[in-house]
């Protein structure tokens, strides 16, 4: 079975550029999960979404970043435009349902470098 | 604000060594406790959780973890290393008075296992 799908791997851009990173969840997934990884701290949750439904954003910066995920599926998660600060790493997880007791299973994350 | 504790940053210990990572939070409800590692070049993945019953609960690859309530603590430990368990170990805290799972993850802590 496949696991999440991230992309890209690595991206390196310079600040006030918009970048856009791509998750694909494990198959029959419903609920998925955007984190954000910083140098040196573990895993902060952005956004959850249940089928397509946004169900928590309170810790989205919504005034540089949107996400969306259309059809229930596939995400994407945009910052627009990107400042020095926003680099680190960007992880997608999915889970059978958004319940405590469903395991999240990690992507392998996206490495942002803004210049 | 709700937050996880991990005591050590870096430990370095031979192989054979026992190991012991320390998790606190701070937290009063009721929890459910969890450990992710992460192993160089892979994405996270769950090594081993606690909901209810047992405190002492088995994971994966010989580790194992104990729930002790009146210390808000959810140490992990493995009688002895090996050389393949070097990676990042991540305590994380799911607060069950929402019914979802939002995760509350710690620093985490880089076990070096020297052959």
């Known amino acids: 079975e496949a696991g999440v799908v991230q992309s890209p791997r690595y991206k390196i851009i310079e600040k006030k550029q918009p970048v856009a990173f791509w998750c694909n969840p494990i198959s029959g997934h419903n609920t998925l999960y955007w984190y954000l990884q910083n140098l040196g701290q573990g895993p902060e949750l952005l956004i959850r979404?249940?089928?397509?439904?946004?169900?928590?954003d309170s810790q989205l910066p919504k005034d540089r970043f949107s996400a969306e995920r259309l059809k229930g599926v596939d995400s994407t998660l945009k910052i627009q435009p990107a400042e020095l600060g926003d680099s680190a790493v960007y992880l997608c997880a999915s889970s059978l349902g958004g319940s405590s007791w469903n395991e999240q299973f990690f992507g392998p994350g996206t490495r942002l470098t803004v210049l | 604000a709700q937050s996880v504790s991990q005591h050590n940053h870096h430990v370095i210990l031979s192989e054979a060594a026992s190991l012991e990572l320390g998790c606190n939070y701070s937290?009063?409800?009721?929890?459910?406790l969890f450990w992710y590692v992460q192993y160089p070049g892979q994405h996270l993945q769950l090594l081993l959780k606690?909901?209810?019953?047992?405190?002492l609960v088995k994971g994966i690859k010989g580790f194992e973890a104990e729930f002790i309530k009146s210390k808000f603590s959810f140490n992990l430990r493995k009688p002895s290393v090996q050389w393949s368990d070097t990676a990042e170990y991540f305590c994380a805290v799911n607060l069950m008075n929402t019914g979802f799972q939002k995760l509350v993850f710690g620093t985490g802590t880089r076990l070096l296992v020297s052959p």
């Open positions: 979404y249940e089928n397509e439904e946004a169900v928590d």
């Open positions: 606690y909901f209810s019953g047992d405190p």
């Open positions: 937290y009063g409800g009721t929890v459910n």
